[in-house]
């Protein structure tokens, strides 16, 4: 009698959730489908980035960045970052001495252009560092290295990349003045 008890209670959460998508879907569609979102959602998958302003106000303080860089060592299983340097860039410049082979637009929409013209702050650290949160094919090691570098958004401190290798993959002074962190 349990059995027969989990199974309809089993049964009538499935019709549930089944009844709960019909009607999410119906809605999804009559929005989708009206005139006035039709044109709004033409542009937005055309641009994700249409609605993209960049954060303004106060940038942080080398203290604010050093925290970041520290919070961001220790959970890459290094207490104790040596050689600790930041050196500030807009976001597309960032990406090109981080990830030196990435593939950024070349004619971006408007929105991306407004992104990648975003204010960061590129830190390099060393240690002993391995990204055990990093997505990696099944029964493969976590990535790991001596160097970390953070890409880091001057004004909320929203981490936008990292990298950990053996090596820094390009100059960071490629990107301007480079300043010691303490």
């Known amino acids: 009698m349990h059995r027969d008890g989990r199974k309809r209670t089993r049964l009538a959460l499935a019709a549930g959730v089944a009844a709960i998508l019909a009607v999410a879907f119906g809605v999804a569609t009559a929005i989708s489908t009206s005139p006035e979102s039709s044109s709004a959602a033409t542009a937005a998958s055309q641009d994700p980035f249409a609605g993209y302003v960049a954060p303004t106000g106060a940038e942080l303080s080398s203290d604010q960045l050093q925290a970041i860089a520290m919070t961001r060592a220790e959970s890459a299983g290094e207490p104790n970052p040596s050689e600790m340097s930041v050196a500030k860039s807009s976001l ?40 055990d949160d990093a997505p990696t094919p099944q029964n493969s090691a976590a990535p790991g290295g001596s160097v970390m570098e953070l890409v880091v958004d001057a004004h909320t401190g929203f981490v936008d990349g990292r990298y950990v290798g053996p090596s820094v993959p390009a100059p960071l002074d490629s990107l301007g003045t480079v300043t010691p962190l303490a």
């Not at 013209?117 to 990204?131: C, D, E, R």
């Open 92 to 131: 597309r410049a960032a990406m090109g001495v981080v990830e030196p082979q990435s593939t950024l637009p070349s004619s971006p929409t408007a929105g991306q252009a407004a992104w990648l013209s975003s204010t960061v702050h590129v830190i390099v650290m060393h240690g002993k560092f391995t990204l």
